[in-house]
């Protein structure tokens, strides 16, 4: 089942001399429970493609193209089903009420009128008033009050009343209650999330404050909820309370991805989670990422200039080059076989702690400038095997193997040759 599509879109920022073309034609789909690793070079545009799809973009930054479809968990259609369930019957059911509140009303008021002029006579004749009819009158004014009150309780606007109710009858907002379920669908750990917290508050109460803001738990079961995390982050419990200086940048970049779980998000956009950390440090981070991902069944985007990041973790791999992707498909088959050149430069240039060694080389020349990006395909500059085709005119994405697409003119060539060498 299909949670996010992103269909050729186009994502352009406004500068004094013109426009740069940051993302300009990106398509892709993760499902539910995958997670996708989006790699390319500094600079290539995946950042502002998740901020794209969060709709944090900076303001000279403009949607030029393109439409990005999330589909909502099933916890929010619940509850809005809910929602249009009671309400949609509720106008009907109100109505009857006070049709029948307004005519008991209605009768007791007039009864009520007659008991006020009969009292009101046996008072000008000088005649005693009996007790019972003191107490009647009592009995019926407050009748009269109370059924007002129900009366204009229920004919009250929708909204206020829709505001009043909530899933076990008690007093709430259920706007709000959806809001705020929406609100925690996707998680973004930031590039460079390092100095996230606050410095003059303990992380642990940081993390608490978080899950409050959007869940409606007291300060206990928030403590217990950041010490499961902490442990999953592999983070000693006692450290809760401690303040972001006295966190190794390790275990704040640990920190900063418990609180982007904290609120079990259906879609988790991690931008570079590991880069500022060491090598083994950054595996078993991506390891139990994986873990706790395939256990929530939660889709998550690791964006990486560092292809050996996600390798291990991805099911599917997309390849960014000046704002457009190269490359597609299952992990496996694009780290194996490599349909375009720019790939398989970008994966020589990373070799693999683990398994065997690749040759390392690197690829020469520069990424292109995205105000004025080359003709045709936009890695044709520094292509080895470019040809006047690939000057003129911009590829269209080829199939090589299903679900592996590369948007290269020769890119069965290029497959065809990586296949006999592996
Ligand atoms: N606010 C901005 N204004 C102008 N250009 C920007 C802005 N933000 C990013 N860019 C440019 O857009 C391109 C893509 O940037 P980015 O998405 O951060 O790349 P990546 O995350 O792949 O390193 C780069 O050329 C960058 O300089
Ligand atoms: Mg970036």
């Not at 998680?187 to 869940?215: T, Y």
Request: charged share 30%; net charge neutral.
């Amino acid at each position: 089942m299909v949670l996010l599509e992103v269909k050729d879109l186009k994502v352009h920022f406004k500068i004094e001399n013109g426009w740069v073309k940051a993302v300009d034609g990106v398509s892709f789909t993760i499902d539910k429970g995958e997670t996708m690793g989006l790699v390319g070079e500094s600079g290539c545009g995946k950042t502002t493609a998740a901020y794209a799809i969060t709709q944090l973009l900076p303001s000279n930054g403009y949607i030029k193209g393109g439409r990005i479809f999330f589909k909502e968990p099933e916890r929010v259609t619940a509850l809005r089903e809910e929602y249009d369930r009671r309400f949609s019957d509720a106008p009907k059911e109100r109505d009857k009420e006070a049709a029948r509140l307004k005519k008991e009303l209605e009768q007791r008021s007039k009864e009520l009128g007659e008991l006020v002029e009969s009292k009101k006579q046996l008072e000008e004749s000088k005649s005693i008033v009996p007790a019972s009819m003191a107490k009647r009158l009592d009995e019926l004014r407050a009748q009269v009050r109370e059924l007002d009150q129900r009366l204009s309780a229920l004919t009250c606007s929708y909204d206020l009343l829709a505001k009043s109710m909530r899933k076990d009858g008690s007093m709430d907002d259920w706007n709000r209650e959806i809001r705020k379920v929406r609100w925690q669908d996707i998680s973004m750990i930031f590039q460079g999330a390092m100095n996230a917290f606050n410095p003059v508050f303990k992380i642990g109460d940081q993390i608490v404050a978080a899950i409050q803001l959007h869940e409606d738990i007291d300060d206990d079961a928030a403590r217990k909820r950041v010490s499961e995390l902490f442990e999953f982050v592999g983070i000693p419990q006692d450290r809760m309370d401690n303040y972001p200086h006295e966190f190794s940048g390790g275990m704040k970049q640990r920190a900063m991805i418990a609180l982007a779980l904290a609120l079990s998000p259906a879609f988790i956009i991690a931008d570079e989670p590991t880069t500022a950390l060491d090598v083994i440090t950054q595996d078993r981070i991506l390891f139990e990422m994986k873990k706790l991902q395939e256990g929530l069944r939660m889709a998550m985007m690791i964006i990486t200039h560092d292809v050996s990041v996600v390798a291990e973790v991805s099911d599917k791999i997309a390849v960014m080059y000046a704002g457009k992707i190269m490359e597609i498909g299952p992990t496996n088959m694009v780290f194996k076989r490599p349909a375009h050149p720019y790939t398989s430069g970008l994966l020589g240039s990373f070799p693999s702690i683990k398994g065997k060694k690749r040759r390392l080389e690197s690829i020469p020349g520069f990424p292109p400038d995205l105000v004025n990006p080359p003709s045709g395909c936009p890695f044709h500059p520094r292509c080895q095997y470019a040809k006047d085709l690939c000057l003129e005119k911009a590829p269209d994405g080829i199939e090589i193997e299903p679900g592996h697409v590369a948007f290269c003119h020769f890119s069965k060539e290029l497959w065809e040759r990586m296949r006999r060498d592996v």
